[in-house]
T-cell receptor, first 112, second 113 residues
Framework: DQQVKQNSPSLSVQEGRISILNCDYTNSMFDYFLWYKKYPAEGPTFLISISSIKDKNEDGRFTVFLNKSAKHLSLHIVPSQPGDSAVYFCAASVTNNNDMRFGAGTRLTVKP | DSGVTQTPKHLITATGQRVTLRCSPRSGDLSVYWYQQSLDQGLQFLIQYYNGEERAKGNILERFSAQQFPDLHSELNLSSLELGDSALYFC????????????FGSGTRLTVV
């Protein structure tokens, strides 16, 4: 069962504009959420995370927003750069449970 | 280089065969996780080991097994291979167990023909 869903398989934005990647989850027990970035021929790399006690976490150009009532989180990249072109995975887990669930990924292309 | 080493990078084998995928975690990390990524699918959690002991099990088939050795490297054994087992297999490691960002290896691409 797909408890973490990324419904947009791809997204294309212009350099300098905002990229918004979305993620929905179904398990209300999830209390920790992460975003990973993956370049071709490499493994995913951790990007940013958020605990369910917060609704926003910011790290440089990357901001993750969490809407618990809607079971929705999003990753904002501002401004987008061509080097941000990659596949972005959303992940969710329950504290002290080691079964982290990943979405199918969204391929972001940032055009110069 | 993430510090997590997976070998081999590519593997082609026939149906019915058995293969072993190897993972060396980042230095100091005690937890090892195995994930499978099939075409257009997300990362499916298979199994986790912490300091040599199995900690969590996901959607791992009975034909698959894993272990973590005293030197903390891990092996994922896939047997009676089927065409549908063709996928990217990722290993990740973390210092502890629980909510930590994992460090992933670059994966092993398994093709079953």
């Amino acid at each position: 069962d797909q408890q973490v869903k990324q419904n947009s398989p791809s997204l294309s934005v212009q350099e300098g504009r905002i990229s918004i990647l979305n993620c929905d989850y179904t398990n209300s027990m999830f209390d920790y959420f992460l975003w990973y970035k993956k370049y071709p021929a490499e493994g995913p790399t951790f990007l940013i995370s958020i605990s369910s006690i917060k609704d926003k976490n910011e790290d440089g150009r990357f901001t993750v927003f969490l809407n618990k009532s809607a079971k929705h989180l999003s990753l904002h990249i501002v401004p987008s750069q061509p080097g941000d072109s990659a596949v972005y995975f959303c992940a969710a887990s329950v504290t002290n449970n080691n079964d982290m669930r990943f979405g199918a990924g969204t391929r972001l292309t940032v055009k110069p | 280089d993430s510090g997590v080493t997976q070998t081999p990078k590519h593997l082609i084998t026939a149906t019915g065969q058995r293969v072993t995928l190897r993972c060396s975690p980042r230095s100091g990390d005690l937890s090892v996780y195995w994930y499978q990524q099939s075409l257009d699918q997300g990362l499916q959690f298979l199994i986790q080991y912490y300091n040599g002991e199995e900690r969590a099990k996901g959607n791992i088939l009975e034909r698959f097994s894993a272990q973590q050795f005293p030197d903390l490297h891990s092996e994922l054994n896939l047997s009676s291979l089927e065409l549908g087992d063709s996928a990217l297999y990722f290993c990740a490691s973390s210092l502890q167990t629980g909510n930590y960002g994992y460090t992933f290896g670059s994966g092993t691409r398994l093709t079953v023909v």
